[in-house]
């Protein structure tokens, strides 16, 4: 069994073996026609769970071979150009190459003698996304694995601000407060539209759900400021405290951008900790056209981003960015094992200090031999093709009589309905739109998102492929049209 560790022995073994993994890879990437095969659950479950898994196979290609019938032929491809459902980019050849090298390696992140030359340059490219941000000298951050942790850790950050803020200044009047009793008096702003990891982590956070106000959007899907103004006035004349607001850079379903020039000055007036939730937009740092849509982040106090969005990254890479780093001392403890507050003392930086987790992978090397090739400006020129695609497409599908589409978008997110002509009764509609995501997705043709507004039934497409083109929009509207179509006309067939 040896024999089948990495090390100095085995190298031409691994040369070998993870070649043809990557040619089975090729091959397919090379073949495929459709973003997804169509096979159901029902159809692929019994036969993953027929394996015998204490019965291995033991040859490489055998197991290559095997892998082919219960992964890689029925896989979403979010590499095709009709994939326009979720947030899923395609990947950049530098970066898939980064993963070869970070895994054969196995760094981890979380202290100093397990990465020397990976601390390093994760710290290089936290600041380099925080100059980016503008967030100052004194901004920091760390590496996570996605926009839902990121979102939680600095959240986190905001609580215990918020909590060191009320009991000081408790303490300047004469009076001492416990910390729970202030966690029940903290609020959280975000709007209606934000993430719902917004949320989840208040409850994570010992707060609860009804510690979030959501705030209501206005006609382009943005945070309406003049409501949240009024409920920061109503948090104060209540007792209350606002912890946080969470203002949004892309929004997961409409790719909209809250005013954050105006969200800044609202949560400098209140003493409230101003985070944005930029996991979709970050993009537009890199963009060579649209950074100005971005304008007023760097007044946040901290900023997720993810890098597996609109940097065209692997899963995982997101980062959590904070403007004072003194702020990420509130997710810091010293292991005696680990991290003993001597190293802190004698300067030794592990990344430990101000993560969440504790074993973390070498993801930063993604971003970074992608930069060193590609360059900022190629990550954003990709991005920047992707947003025009979008403006086009919401001329396509405002053009056409058979659907109804949201708003023009900012980012790359068009939000639509199946429309039919005549008195069709709205709950038919409704079923009339998931049943055409649903067929199109059996069909394998192409794959797209759903979700609601307003009570009622849309359909969504996620655009973060270049290669998509004006051509495919079309091909899947009409795709869309015909099943919707098919749907109307065997209800009328059963309702008669």
Same mark, same amino acid.
């Given at each position: 069994m040896?024999? +089948?560790?990495?090390?100095?022995?085995?190298?031409?073994i691994y040369?070998?073996?993870?070649t043809?993994?990557?040619?089975?890879?090729?091959?397919?990437l090379?073949t495929?026609?459709?973003?997804?095969? @169509?096979? *159901?659950?029902?159809?692929?479950?019994?036969?993953?769970?027929?394996?015998d898994?204490?019965?291995p196979?033991?040859?490489p290609?055998?197991?290559?071979d095997e892998?082919?019938?219960v992964?890689?032929?029925?896989a979403?491809?979010?590499? +095709?150009?009709?994939?326009?459902?979720?947030?899923n980019c395609p990947?950049v050849?530098?970066a898939v190459?980064?993963e070869?090298?970070?895994?054969?390696?196995?760094?981890s992140?979380d202290?100093?003698?397990?990465?020397? @030359?990976g601390?390093?340059? %994760?710290?290089?490219?936290i600041?380099w996304t925080a100059?980016?941000i503008?967030?100052g000298p004194?901004?920091?951050?760390?590496?996570?694995?996605?926009?839902s942790?990121?979102n939680?850790h600095a959240? !986190?950050?905001a609580r215990? %601000?918020?909590c060191?803020?009320?009991?000081?200044?408790?303490l300047?009047?004469?009076?001492?407060?416990?910390?729970?009793?202030v966690?029940?008096k903290?609020r959280?702003?975000? *709007?209606?539209a934000?993430?719902f990891?917004?949320?989840?982590s208040?409850?994570?956070?010992g707060?609860?759900?009804?510690?979030?106000? *959501?705030?209501?959007?206005?006609?382009?899907? $943005?945070?309406?400021?003049s409501?949240l103004?009024?409920?920061l006035?109503?948090?104060?004349?209540?007792?209350?405290f606002? #912890?946080?607001?969470?203002a949004?850079?892309g929004t997961t379903?409409f @790719? &909209?951008?809250?005013?954050?020039p105006?969200?800044?000055r609202?949560t400098?007036?209140?003493?409230?900790?101003?985070?944005?939730?930029?996991?979709?937009?970050?993009?537009l740092?890199?963009?060579?056209?649209?950074? +100005? !849509?971005l304008?007023?982040?760097?007044?946040?106090?901290s900023?997720?981003?993810?890098?597996?969005k &609109?940097?065209?990254?692997?899963?995982?890479?997101?980062? #959590?960015l904070?403007?004072?780093?003194d702020?990420l001392k509130?997710?810091?403890?010293?292991?005696?094992?680990?991290?003993p $507050?001597?190293?802190?003392?004698e300067?030794?930086?592990n990344?430990?200090?101000?993560?969440?987790?504790t074993t973390?992978?070498f993801?930063?090397?993604?971003?970074?031999?992608?930069?060193?090739?590609m360059?900022?400006?190629g990550?954003?020129?990709?991005?920047?093709e992707?947003?025009?695609l979008?403006?086009?497409?919401?001329?396509?599908?405002?053009?056409?009589?058979?659907? %109804?589409v949201?708003v023009k978008p900012q980012? &790359?997110?068009?939000?639509f309905?199946? &429309?039919?002509?005549? %008195?069709?009764?709205q709950?038919?509609?409704?079923e009339a739109?998931?049943?055409a995501?649903?067929?199109?997705?059996?069909?394998?043709?192409?794959?797209?998102?759903?979700?609601?507004?307003?009570g009622?039934?849309?359909?969504?497409?996620?655009?973060?492929?270049?290669?998509?083109?004006?051509a495919?929009?079309?091909a899947?509207?009409d795709?869309l049209? *015909?099943h919707?179509?098919?749907?109307?006309?065997?209800?009328?067939?059963?309702?008669?």
């Amino acid at each position: 069994m040896r024999s +089948h560790l990495l090390n100095e022995t085995t190298a031409d073994i691994y040369r070998r073996t993870v070649t043809e993994g990557v040619e089975r890879v090729a091959a397919k990437l090379a073949t495929t026609e459709r973003p997804h095969t @169509g096979i *159901s659950v029902d159809e692929l479950a019994p036969v993953i769970n027929g394996i015998d898994l204490d019965r291995p196979l033991e040859d490489p290609a055998a197991v290559l071979d095997e892998l082919e019938e219960v992964y890689l032929r029925d896989a979403v491809y979010f590499h +095709h150009p009709r994939y326009l459902g979720h947030l899923n980019c395609p990947v950049v050849i530098p970066a898939v190459l980064a993963e070869a090298v970070l895994s054969a390696v196995n760094s981890s992140l979380d202290t100093w003698d397990q990465s020397i @030359g990976g601390t390093l340059i %994760e710290r290089r490219l936290i600041d380099w996304t925080a100059q980016r941000i503008g967030l100052g000298p004194a901004a920091d951050g760390i590496f996570t694995s996605g926009g839902s942790q990121s979102n939680f850790h600095a959240l !986190l950050l905001a609580r215990d %601000e918020a909590c060191r803020i009320v009991m000081q200044r408790a303490l300047n009047e004469g009076r001492e407060l416990a910390k729970s009793e202030v966690l029940p008096k903290l609020r959280i702003f975000t *709007s209606e539209a934000s993430h719902f990891s917004v949320k989840k982590s208040a409850a994570m956070l010992g707060l609860g759900y009804e510690a979030v106000i *959501s705030v209501p959007v206005d006609r382009n899907r $943005r945070m309406d400021t003049s409501v949240l103004a009024l409920e920061l006035e109503d948090c104060a004349r209540e007792g209350l405290f606002p #912890m946080a607001v969470v203002a949004t850079a892309g929004t997961t379903d409409f @790719g &909209s951008i809250d005013p954050l020039p105006e969200i800044a000055r609202l949560t400098s007036e209140h003493s409230a900790w101003m985070h944005v939730d930029a996991a979709y937009g970050c993009g537009l740092l890199v963009s060579p056209t649209r950074r +100005h !849509l971005l304008d007023g982040i760097e007044h946040a106090d901290s900023v997720t981003v993810d890098y597996h969005k &609109s940097f065209f990254q692997p899963v995982s890479s997101s980062a #959590m960015l904070v403007r004072d780093r003194d702020t990420l001392k509130h997710a810091t403890y010293h292991a005696d094992y680990l991290n003993p $507050r001597r190293m802190a003392e004698e300067r030794i930086p592990n990344q430990v200090d101000k993560s969440i987790q504790t074993t973390r992978r070498f993801d930063a090397l993604k971003l970074w031999m992608t930069l060193r090739v590609m360059g900022a400006d190629g990550i954003g020129s990709l991005f920047d093709e992707v947003i025009d695609l979008a403006a086009a497409g919401w001329d396509i599908i405002a053009a056409d009589p058979r659907f %109804e589409v949201v708003v023009k978008p900012q980012i &790359s997110t068009l939000v639509f309905r199946y &429309s039919p002509e005549g %008195e069709v009764r709205q709950d038919v509609v409704d079923e009339a739109n998931l049943h055409a995501r649903k067929a199109l997705f059996a069909s394998g043709e192409a794959v797209v998102a759903g979700t609601k507004v307003d009570g009622k039934q849309y359909l969504k497409f996620t655009l973060l492929n270049p290669q998509t083109t004006t051509a495919d929009i079309a091909a899947v509207l009409d795709l869309l049209a *015909s099943h919707a179509e098919q749907y109307l006309g065997e209800s009328l067939v059963h309702a008669s």
